[in-house]
């Protein structure tokens, strides 16, 4: 695809799609960064596109050419932009959504960040005894467990199959709570006890048979298979959660310091 030029017409065309609060805490690169990503990702910006100079852009929007050149750093490490020795921009075509592990966070607010409409189906949503489960999270035997089965959408694409159980001893109010959307949002919203942090490990499987038909898979398919258990500010064990999101979709970051 042929690069369109920046042209004034045009850098004044992709200024029209930002707006910047320049009184909000976030900061303005941030703004900036979150927007540019959502444009691309839903291809308002389509892979190809010029994007204007760090200079025209700093000037349409009134803002440093400090504010793009961080956003545009961080569109690059995306691998959503690249950028040449002559200060060209362009937008590349988005591969895997790439999302990160910097802190406990639920798929709602995952898909939100990155610019993408979340839902969901629920497949199995009981209140059961479950021995094992129950024994982990520390309760008596007979003690009531939610246990809620969904596959999770991202722009009505199938990305994840979730299968978590919920700590009624302490998250009650979730029994009679409606968890067609965000839990995380029905937990921080109605309930006591909030989720305050995760021990989380990643691994490599093949889906199942749920799974392929869910994610339209003819055979099993790599995935990554994503095992949490999240606690409150006092470290009781509110959630279990396994989830199984498509290989083909999906690739995480994690931030490590030396």
Not at 72 to 86: H, Q, V
Not at 165 to 179: G, K, R, V
Request: overall charge neutral; glycine content about 6%.
């Amino acid at each position: 695809m042929t690069p369109l030029k920046t042209t004034k017409a045009h850098v004044a065309s992709i200024t029209d799609l930002i707006q910047l609060d320049k009184d909000a805490t976030e900061p303005l690169y941030a703004q900036l960064y979150r927007q540019l990503e959502a444009l691309i990702l839903q291809q308002e910006l389509k892979p190809g596109t010029q994007l204007p100079t760090e200079t025209a852009f700093s000037e349409a929007l009134g803002v440093s050419k400090i504010t793009i050149k961080r956003s545009y750093m961080e569109l690059r490490n995306r691998k959503l932009i690249t950028s040449n020795r002559k200060g060209g921009t362009t937008v590349l075509t988005p591969g895997r959504l790439d999302t990160h592990m910097f802190r406990l966070r639920g798929f709602t607010d995952e898909m939100h960040e990155l610019g993408m409409k979340p839902s969901t189906r629920i497949l199995e949503q009981t209140i059961t005894n479950d021995r094992g489960m129950a024994s982990m999270f520390g309760l008596n035997s007979n003690a009531p467990i939610l246990k809620l089965e969904r596959i999770r959408y991202g722009d009505d694409k199938p990305l994840s199959h979730e299968i978590a159980w919920y700590n009624l001893h302490h998250l009650p109010e979730l029994a009679s709570a409606d968890l067609q959307g965000s839990i995380y949002q029905a937990i921080n919203q109605q309930c006591k006890h909030h989720l305050e942090w995760c021990e989380q490990t990643v691994e490599a499987v093949l889906s199942n048979e749920v799974e392929n038909q869910a994610f339209g898979f003819s055979f099993a398919q790599p995935c990554l298979l994503i095992k949490r258990r999240s606690y409150s500010h006092d470290s009781i064990l509110l959630e279990y959660v396994e989830g199984t999101f498509r290989g083909d979709a999906y690739a995480y970051r994690v931030k490590m310091k030396g």
